[in-house]
């Protein structure tokens, strides 16, 4: 699995939205989660979908999966300053495995400025 | 605690050192993992255990030395490390085969600088 992510820094007024696309090459891929990274932390599980769906929502944030495309974004509306960090997307490294490996991209630095 | 952690959460040692990275889960998971974390470069996945078994080695250098005593702990044993091998390592717990499949919980880090 081959997962790449764009933009690699994405910079934002307080308010707008802020759209992060990762595409990943194996097309029995079924989980696609989204990871935060504050400074001086370890990544946080924020948000996933599942293949069977083609979008999912929280409050500010959202994910919408292509599957025909093979790419999935992260949506965040109404950027806080507090959103501000490194957010990764992951696939899992194929869909036999059962220990739940997962293929990370390169990661997006998101700065949202007041 | 909750979640997992890792200790220390920083360390600087030489090339001839030799120390250990423990990490601690307490979510009640059966699979661990370490990761390296380098600067502009994605996740780099190094180990994996389930129910104490190592399943995975990608390819890590031999100067690298996991232990999983039980499910809940995991340690990373160094020694004669490079300086590129300075790099934030993450572990990470999971509940497989059963539960969030590949839902992972990181811990905070160990920023590790080898000189």
């Known amino acids: 699995e081959n997962v790449e992510q764009h933009p690699s820094t994405l910079s934002v007024q307080e308010g707008d939205s802020a759209v992060i696309k990762c595409t990943y090459s194996?097309?029995?891929?079924?989980?696609f989660p989204w990871y935060k990274q504050e400074l001086g932390k370890g990544p946080q599980l924020i948000i996933d979908i599942r293949s069977n769906v083609g979008e999912k929502k929280d409050q500010r944030i959202a994910v919408t999966l292509n599957k025909t495309a093979k790419h999935f974004s992260l949506h965040i509306t109404e950027t806080q300053p507090e959103d501000s960090a490194v957010y990764f997307c992951?696939?899992?490294?194929?869909?036999?495995?059962?220990?739940?490996?997962?293929?990370f991209g390169a990661g997006t630095q998101v700065v949202v400025t007041p | 605690e909750t979640g997992v952690t890792q200790t220390p959460r920083h360390l600087v040692m030489g090339m001839t050192n030799k120390k250990s990275l423990k990490c601690e889960q307490h979510l009640g998971h059966n699979a661990m993992y370490w990761y390296k974390q380098s600067a502009k470069k994605p996740l780099e996945l190094m180990f994996v255990y389930n129910f104490k078994e190592q399943t995975e080695n990608n390819s890590v250098p031999s100067r690298f030395s996991p232990e999983c005593p039980n499910s809940s702990h995991l340690f990373l044993h160094l020694h004669t490390l490079q300086p590129e091998d300075s790099a934030l390592y993450l572990c990470?717990?999971?509940?497989?085969?059963?539960?969030?499949?590949?839902?992972?919980?990181f811990g905070p880090g160990t920023r590790l600088t080898v000189t």
């Open positions: 194996d097309s029995a891929s079924n989980y």
């Open positions: 990470a717990s999971s509940q497989v085969p059963r539960g969030s499949l590949y839902e992972q919980y």
């Open positions: 992951a696939a899992p490294e194929g869909t036999t495995d059962s220990w739940g490996k997962l293929q």
